[in-house]
């Protein structure tokens, strides 16, 4: 019973990081894409009001 429970939560685990290793990448390109814009946004927000 708790060796075929292991199995399963090692087979779980692997299926995770096999998904993580294809979803994350484009995930974390496309969070820091919009970080950027968010920060270009808020720079120039900034900027207008030193002026």
């Not at 429970?5 to 390109?29: E, H, Y």
């Amino acid at each position: 019973m708790v060796q075929a429970l292991v199995l399963v939560l090692v087979l779980v685990q692997g299926l995770a990081q096999a998904l993580v290793a294809q979803v994350f990448p484009q995930a974390l390109a496309r969070v820091s894409h919009l970080a950027e814009k968010e920060m270009a946004v808020v720079f120039e927000q900034g900027h207008m009001l030193q002026e």
